[in-house]
């Protein structure tokens, strides 16, 4: 392993720019892959070049000056005997100005547009040309990389080159045995490396653009692997560790069962036996539950926490938002308080004296905790911890429930883990990004549920629509009206909701409207949202603070204004609020036309179905994975080449693959890990 700074021209202030992008090493640059690539290997006459392209053209200039239009910048004109170009440059320097004169010859590249007076470009690549150079052009695609402030594409593609040049003569970079990539046709690693650095001319860049060349799919399985091994290591590392059994069926769990009124769906209990068996175990539950709006994971999750309960131990129940956490507080509040089980609430806002208080119950032994983040922050001493619940796991970090499991350590043992989420995970999708924990599903809804019918219809309807509540309240029924954020502001967004709340109270006096959105006061929303559960608000506007943690069986209409402006699972997570009694309901999408197509496939898609599984796969065709899971909070580092859709086909070989690599060539796996994530990677060898 080589440091950057022993490459010609790298000195400490280099050093430090390339360190930002992740490169240290003369290795990391062969694995700095372009984002995109340009044409440069032919020479295209003036007079063919069109509005829009990029392109390397040459000629001599006629004339050049510093002129003054509104500011100062430096003109010059460029012929090659087939027409004529104007060059551009705003920011310039003197060595530039006596450079650039007439009779000069140049080779330019950049990105050709129309101005007053015909084709111009602006700031273009340039190099001073003559007889000697001859007709040089590149010999190779030139590639376009990710960078930062600083650190300009040429010194970037002059260091790569420089390692791809060390590359060609070092010994072979493989690592895979090659029995693992043997039967996929693929280039070996180093020819993969020079083929997306350098690509031939001739290369069909609509294939290089959609990552699907071989050179590059073999990149992509490697990454694929690496960030594949390094869940899995964290999944060893916990399996290495000891939790406390727990009895499952104990009289807690088996009077909360027998007193519910409803009977538990097939899928609700074959999830929650795949829990019991976990935490009959002494090594610790690392669960994912996953389900649709609606189906039901709130009391598998109970029937686990009375697993602890039973045995006297503690469980934590953490949630992303105060709304969602006072919900479930409420729920749990309501189904273990006749038990005689403490539930305690810790909260960020809480009082001084409140907190001191809820830190006491919680050291004391209190048997079930719920709240947001402050449950891992410092002060709070857990007595003894079993099980920890995380719900709409894709908002923590891998760091943020790691911390959580430390923090309730018991001696040598740790706390199971059960982390849930509303928003259903593409299978390929979860095989990858969650390849550290096992995967429940609770893929039917509770008998009785209507599906809801989805129309989108043009923000002129409006009057329309109004009519259509009006209806549905006479007929005593309830509805939502969500005004989501449009501006990154929370006071435009409330003023945004006040605004519609006014309008609609005016157009329907007969009926009592009332608002919600993030500007409320905690205790005022909490008013409102309970009027509206209990019947006494008939239409409640509010913004997406509703999106998760509410349950209004009476509600039967959803609209949602800018619909256009939303992802799917938001969306479909909106739609979920409707649907929860036993009456039709209806979700009406209110748009802006135009649509672009990304928007009209999305609101297609929900006119379409209302299974939160098809809702998600086509999600993360649109969106991609880290958009989905929020790369920054999964743990699922950004990757460099791979795409888990475009990539979903190579997926079986991976695990295939990890597998064989830590059964056979355990020491490749930390190389692995190293080459591809870096010093990310460290947390999962030290969790």
Known sequence: MRPTTELSGVGPALAVHLERIGVTQVADLLFHLPLRYEDRTQVRPVGGLQHGEKAVFEGEILTAAVVYRGRRMLIASLADGTGQITLRFFNFTRFQQKALVRGVRLRCFGEVRRGRGGLEIAHPEYRVVSEDTGDETEDHLTPVYPTTEGLQQGRLRRLIGLALDELEQAESPELLPAALTGGMEFPSLRQALLFVHRPPPGTDTGELQQCRHPAQQRLAFEELLAHHLSLRQLRDSVRVEQALPLQVGGK????????????????????????????????????????????????????????AADAGLQTAIMAPTELLAEQHLATFRAWFEPLGIEVVWLSGRLRAAERRAALDAIAGGAAVVIGTHALFQEGVAFDRLALVVIDEQHRFGVHQRLALREKGALGDHVPHQLVMTATPIPRTLAQTAYADLDVSVIDEKPPGRQPVETVALPDSRRADIVQRVARALRDGRQAYWVCPLIEESDVLEAQAAEDTASLLAEALPDFRVALVHGRVKPDRRDRVMQAFKSGEVDLLVATTVIEVGVDVPNASLMIIENAERMGLAQLHQLRGRVGRGTDSSSCVLLYKPPLNRTARQRLGVLRETDDGFRVAEKDLELRGAGELLGTRQTGLIEMKVADLVRDAHLIPGVQRAAQQLQQEDSAVVPRLIRRWIGEAGALYGKV
Do not use: H, N, W, Y
């Not at 069962?257 to 009977?263: D, E, K, R």
């Not at 609700?268 to 994971?297: F, Y």
């Open 252 to 307: 807690l769990q088996r009077r909360f069962i027998g007193a519910l009124p409803f009977s538990l769906t097939s899928a609700q209990k074959r999830s929650l036996g795949e829990i019991g068996d976990d935490l009959s175990r002494a090594d610790p539950m690392m669960r994912l539950l996953q389900g649709d709006v609606g189906s039901g994971k709130t009391v598998v999750a109970a029937g686990a926490a009375l697993c």
